[in-house]
């Protein structure tokens, strides 16, 4: 079945928002019906961070399409954000399974491991939408807004709005609500001061890795953290990280209600500092 009158991707836009606006576009009442079109199947859970059967979209496009598998799995998925972190092997069956199925996607990624928390609702941009309107005629869900521990707008520098919209995971119940039909509160919350500075470049590292193709192996990536940690004077001799140094550095380079807001159980990296996410460090420095 082909998809009739696609609406073209926008920059930094995920495969659940471009499904949104189409079912809009074709005043569709299920969204199963844009499930089947997009997806070929009308029974598979929305996965909204990291998608799969992304081989038949791109087979149920109009001929005239530009768009590749690889293509929209690098520009329009949370892949690139993940993928400097994972062994090459698994990286490629994680590319795999997003093109054709959706098992076991989190787990690859090596999200569902991973203590840091993960956003619940869709996220906004109240001055992103704004400017998306002047300049394309609607709002979307930006990607980079969906990223765990992104919490400001790193363009516009405000705070992220949640939206009523729930994050899919691969539920069975599929649902595709458009951004234009979901924000409605355009207020703007400034970042507070005491965090301004970290949290904006929290969000800039993470655009940097979305807008990076990275091909390094996982354990060179582990030696120059291992390099970077020593020349701080948190590696022993031996090789061994100073568990209890890096934590109170890192205690006292963010404050415990910046930890909180990022989702890092504070108690919890008392006891094994190992745990803390490595995205603190800028990805250039590597």
Known sequence: MKI??????LPDETVYSVAGRYMDRMQFRSPSTVSQHFFGTSSTG???????????????????????SDMIIDQNTLFPFYVPFLPAG???VLRQRMRSNDAFVHTIAGVTKSKASRIDWLRYCPACVYR????YGECYW?????IPGVLVCPVH???????????????????????ECSVSDMQQRKIPTRSHTLLV???????????????LEQNYIQQRYLKLLAYHGFVTATGKVRYSRLKSAILDYYSPDLLEDLGCNIRELAKDPSSFAPSIIHPVSL
């Open 142 to 146: 930006h990607r980079l807004h969906q």
């Open 46 to 68: 929305m996965i909204t961070d990291l998608p799969s059967h992304l081989d038949h979209l791109v087979k149920a496009l109009p001929s005239y399409h530009k768009y590749t």
């Open 132 to 135: 998306d309107r002047i300049t």
């Open 157 to 179: 520098e405000i705070m992220l709005e949640d939206s009523f919209v729930k994050m899919l995971r691969g539920q069975s119940d599929i649902e595709f609500r458009s951004a």
């Open 201 to 215: 470049q929290i969000a800039n590292n993470a655009k940097w890795l979305l807008e990076q193709k990275i091909s």
């Open 4 to 9: 009739s009158h696609f609406p073209d991707f």
């Open 90 to 92: 698994r990286a490629t």
